[in-house]
């Protein structure tokens, strides 16, 4: 049973940055690419950004983001420490979520408990 943990959500002001981590109960190897999503109250569940395994390339992993958060938030993976880290930076009001990780393994999808991210005006 893979299982997910998020950690490092909290209340900021708007421009300020924040670091996310998911935490993988066992070794990232075993998992292709890695997801962040994020759900605002009363809002759909959407994705935010990628990172694939870098197993497939020769210029490591790949990242990929939606345009809205394009430029300001980062998205690495450390296989060897089994953490994936999102450093979002010159955050907005409109940020404000909780925040998930995701990845498939053996064609079955994992979710962590989600992280709170509160950006204030």
């Known amino acids: 049973q893979v299982q997910l943990v998020e950690s490092g959500g909290g209340l900021v002001q708007a421009g300020g940055s924040l670091t996310l981590s998911c935490a993988a109960s066992?070794?990232?190897?075993?998992?292709?690419?890695i997801l962040w999503y994020r759900q605002a109250p009363g809002q759909k569940r959407e994705w935010v950004a990628t990172?694939?395994?870098?197993?497939?390339?020769?210029?490591?992993?790949?990242?990929d983001y939606a345009a809205s958060v394009e430029g300001r938030f980062t998205i690495s993976r450390d296989n060897n420490k089994n953490t994936v880290n999102f450093q979002m930076n010159t955050l907005k009001p409109e940020d404000t979520a909780v925040y998930y990780c995701n990845t498939n393994y053996k064609y079955r999808d994992y979710w962590g408990q989600g992280t709170q991210v509160t950006v204030s005006s």
């Open positions: 066992q070794s990232m190897f075993d998992f292709n690419d």
């Open positions: 990172v694939s395994n870098g197993f497939t390339g020769f210029t490591g992993a790949d990242s």
